[in-house]
């Protein structure tokens, strides 16, 4: 076929078109439309389905927009706050300016990043948090499964995953005993997380009363907008948020993977609240025609005990006005004076992000970026690598985890201020995803996590300047092709 035959051709002409339609249509990052136009142009008919699975989105915009508008009104109403949102944020800094707030001065030192949470999210300052740290899935589900044995009131759990197994059966059976006994269950899952989930897994359950439900299903979101929170409010008193979805895998019993490493966070205290308000507004959305009402008796008042931890719980997503959990990173690393580890098994920062990462390395601090050398995404983990290797020459340090799967997605600067939530380092998490991470503002909680770091690193190899040099051509070439694609990875 001739050059001009090629081009005049039904497949390249509706190539053409449809990616005429990308570049005119869609209102997107222009790195985003870069990469889309090339999948499109090099996978004729392939491309073009790919985008329609993962790409096309403005039938969803106005649904989002409704949502939005929806939970800003909740928090007003539920903050007491002004027409303008002043009142919340100016009430909120007179806590910091409290003398002995918990948390020490650390949470005062860092009143501009309490702030941007505040405005950007909603995200409430809370004070007298009791918070344990979970770094693999056995130590998590155990005591998650004897809070729910203790649950008196109501019993929420929202998950990306559940698997069909062994221990989601456990869950189940012991939701169904609670449920039995006139608690209030209510499981929300993902629709595409939870796509080969069968629902007959939670018959017992609704025979007992409780009530399962479906965040967005496939034919209505597509692939893209997932919601990737974890989050479990016992009684209104015992929260529980992180990277841990519900399944085996994650307690370090899958072939592929082997040891799962990962971070959780179990919460007693007031930051209880705002996961149980995320929790009712994304069951909301999901359930329409059945919602929580929302009342003093999901919210119970939690003692406040002076010297516990302070906490933001910050939420982000297509149904927040602005990229909170993405602020927040680049609050935290452009706050660094010393340190910063990062812990993401996804690192496709966007340029806001890997800039932020230079600068903060080229200024002097420590910056180390911890990933899982057993991807289970091999063009996140090529795209990463290409990412790394750059880092590199400005003196970054960069691991991969040898043990098993690090799934963990943990943030630590100067071990004063820790993030540890479901928001990996990725375009994902910041634009498409519906995330939560909690903000901690207490030193010993971010020196736990960064001991942590340490430790991990002792099963890690360090990806040097002549290891990433000394990778072959096809990796090279992967490298390539994953970073031009990895604002849609």
Known sequence: MTTLGFILSPISILNIVFAALVVFT???????????????LMLPYLGIVLYMMLGFDGR??????????????????????????NGFLNEQMDILKRPGI????????????????MASGYAAFTEGNEVDLFTDGNSKFDSMM???????????????????????????????????????VCVLVDGMGCLFTPRRLFSSLEEAGGQVAVFMPPLLGGLNYRNHRK???????????????????????????????????RIRGNAVHPLTLRFVLDWNFAR????????????????VEPGRSALQILCSGPDTDWPSIQYAYLKMINGAKSQILIQSPYFVPDDSVFEALRLAALSGVDVRIMIPANPDHPFVYWAALSYLGELLNVGVRAYKYERGFMHSKTVVVDERVASV?????????????????????????AQSVAVQFHTDSLDCTEITKD??????????VRESVSRLISPIL
């Open 146 to 184: 004897a809070d729910i044995a203790g649950a008196r009131r109501s019993i929420f759990l929202q998950y990306y995953i559940v698997r069909n197994d062994a221990l989601t059966r456990r869950v189940v059976e012991a939701l169904t005993a609670r449920a039995r006994e006139d608690v209030m």
């Open 26 to 40: 869609q209102r997107r990052n222009p790195g985003v439309t870069w990469a889309w136009l090339f999948v499109i």
């Open 421 to 445: 939530g479901t928001a990996n380092l990725d375009v994902r998490s910041f634009r498409l995803n519906f995330e939560v991470n909690a903000i901690i503002y207490d030193r010993k909680v």
């Open 102 to 117: 918990s948390g020490g001065s650390d949470a005062s030192a860092l009143d501009d990043m309490v702030y941007l949470n």
């Open 467 to 476: 290891w990433y040099e000394a990778r072959s051509r096809s990796v090279r």
């Open 60 to 85: 969803l915009h106005s649904t989002f927009a409704a949502k939005r508008l929806r939970d800003t009104h909740v928090y007003r109403n539920h903050f007491g706050l002004e027409a303008d949102g």
């Open 288 to 303: 329409v025609k059945k919602p929580l009402i929302i009342s003093g008796g999901l919210f119970p008042e939690n003692n």
């Open 231 to 265: 989050i479990t409010v016992i009684d209104g008193r015992i929260g529980y948020v992180g990277g841990l979805n519900i399944g085996e895998e994650y307690t370090g019993s899958s072939k592929r993977f082997g040891f799962w490493r990962d971070s959780h966070l």
